[in-house]
């Protein structure tokens, strides 16, 4: 339930998203493959999430702009095929800070959208919600990665 409610989330986020997105080829990168096959999820997700928050440290300085919003749309992505392996994987159970992680950054992909931050001349003043929604996606594709191999080192 909760990961088609994250679909729409971010399907609502591309849409918004469409005027300006490629058509780039990056989705068999982020594809989620069978927990089986790929050992500790750290070690694969680990830099698909490094590549997703990696850029231009200046892109989300405007968070309204479309640079910023496909930026967090890139995030976004990737965190939900990652919410995918881990539920695969054995969910909460065995991924408890990781799940808590993907979901602090689901609720913040949400928030963007329902603030529509998109293109808001204001979404960056002082009192505005939306630079701390961005700041929750920007900061989550490396919290993951750490929440990832704690997880791990407790199994």
Excluded: F
């Excluded at 409610?5 to 998203?17: D, S």
């Excluded at 469409?18 to 990056?26: E, F, K, L, P, T």
């Excluded at 204001?122 to 929750?136: E, F, H, L, V």
Aim: aromatic content about 2%; proline content about 4%; charged content about 25%.
């Amino acid at each position: 339930m909760r990961r088609t409610i994250t679909a729409c989330a971010a399907a609502v986020l591309v849409a918004l998203l469409a005027a300006g997105c490629s058509g780039g080829g990056d989705d068999a990168k982020t594809k989620p493959t069978p927990a089986s096959s790929a050992g500790k999820l750290s070690a694969e997700w680990g830099p698909k999430l490094d590549a997703a928050t990696d850029g231009d440290k200046a892109v989300c300085n405007q968070v309204g702009d479309q640079a910023c919003a496909e930026h967090l749309t890139d995030i976004a992505m990737v965190v939900g095929d990652l919410e995918q392996a881990v539920n695969d994987a054995g969910g909460k159970a065995k991924y408890p800070q990781t799940t808590t992680e993907v979901q602090k950054v689901n609720d913040a992909v949400d928030a963007y959208t329902e603030h529509e931050c998109l293109k808001d001349e204001n979404a960056g003043i002082q009192g505005s919600p939306c630079p701390d929604d961005a700041q929750t996606i920007l900061t989550g594709g490396k919290t993951l990665t750490l929440a990832l191999k704690a997880d791990e080192g407790a199994q």
